[in-house]
């Protein structure tokens, strides 16, 4: 019969002198730093959309380009095609295309 191998006991841990608890100090100063790091990180990804394009792939952006002119969804799809997508230009020739 094989005889069992048994693991041997690991270093018993012997109790140390207590460390003693941080100071509420040094605690507010620990979060201080981790609120200004997380608020520097918040900041930096801030910033609206960018509504100087209009995306043509995108139907909703298309159909506020129609409504705001009074063209259709298919005259704003082309007017994206043809003109590219500066909101500046697209608003200028969606104007001429209207008063067409």
């Not at 620990?30 to 910033?47: I, N, P």
């Not at 609206?48 to 409504?67: N, T």
């Amino acid at each position: 019969m094989a005889a069992r191998i048994r693991a041997r006991p690991g270093p018993k841990s012997r109790p140390g002198p207590a460390k003693a608890a941080p100071s509420v100090d040094s605690w507010r100063a620990c979060r201080a730093v981790e609120e200004t790091h997380l608020q520097d990180e918040r900041s930096s990804k801030r910033g609206g959309p960018d509504r100087r394009h209009v995306s043509g792939g995108k139907g909703y952006e298309v159909d506020e380009l129609a409504r705001k002119h009074g063209i259709s969804n298919d005259q704003a799809s082309r007017l994206i095609r043809q003109i590219g997508d500066n909101r500046e230009k697209l608003d200028d020739a969606a104007e001429k295309l209207k008063k067409r």
